[in-house]
């Protein structure tokens, strides 16, 4: 059973195009992380959210944590071919020594 | 500065044998963390140090799985016995003190043939 699940899975669009990523849990989280993994690179850290209900916003990315901290989505406006990799969200609870990862979705923009 | 380098960057092993795994934490960082990666998975927690001891070690899937951080730097983890079922890439991390933004290394992909 997936603690965190992500959808879609993966996605495949056109350069310029907006998308969603949703991250979904039964479980409340005291903050939630969204890394991108690149093929033979290990997760960089892109944004934490820690207050339910919080939006921050990273250039063309958009990251919102749900009111409950249960839940996140993670928003790219006018996609461009250097977002194409893995994107992970993870939730860490009562400090960040363990932190459980969701399944990712993967992006393909096409230019 | 350098990054968190692991090595070998690939190691391929028969059913059976033993293999280590290298971390190279970045410098004056006081906690490590390994994780594994499954093909089409995200990172899967193993083990978490704080300085020399291992604070939290829930992730280990079994006993033929150690890992070890003597000098509170450098960090060996251990598989003994390897099956098919192990191959995966292994990613290490270090952050500055537990609770901090983790680095990651870019991985060992481990294959047990």
């Known amino acids: 059973t997936q603690l965190l699940e992500q959808s879609p899975q993966f996605l495949s669009i056109q350069e310029g195009e907006n998308l969603t990523v949703y991250c979904n849990s039964s479980s409340v989280f005291s903050s939630l992380q969204w890394y991108r993994q690149e093929p033979g690179e290990g997760p960089v850290l892109l944004v934490t959210?820690?207050?339910?209900?919080e939006v921050k916003k990273l250039k063309r990315l958009t990251f919102q944590f749900g009111d409950a901290r249960k839940d996140s989505s993670l928003h790219i406006t006018a996609a461009q071919p250097g977002d194409t990799g893995l994107y992970l969200c993870?939730?860490?609870?009562?400090?960040?020594?363990?932190?459980?990862f969701g399944i990712g979705t993967k992006l393909q923009v096409i230019p | 500065g350098a990054g968190v380098s692991q090595t070998p960057s690939n190691k391929v092993t028969e059913k059976g044998k033993y293999v280590e795994l290298r971390c190279d934490p970045i410098?004056?960082?006081?906690?490590l963390y390994w994780y594994r990666q499954s093909l089409g998975q995200g990172p899967e927690f193993l083990i978490y140090?704080?300085?020399?001891?291992?604070?939290?070690d829930s992730g280990l899937p079994n006993d033929r799985f150690f890992a070890v951080r003597p000098e509170g730097s450098v960090s060996t983890l251990k598989i003994q016995r390897t099956e098919r079922g192990d191959s995966a890439v292994y990613l290490c991390a270090s952050s500055l003190y537990s609770g901090n933004e983790q680095f990651f290394g870019p991985g060992t992909r481990l294959t047990v043939l």
């Open positions: 959210v820690v207050t339910g209900g």
């Open positions: 993870a939730g860490a609870k009562g400090g960040y020594q363990k932190v459980t």
């Open positions: 140090f704080q300085g020399t001891g291992a604070a939290d």
């Open positions: 410098s004056g960082h006081t906690a």
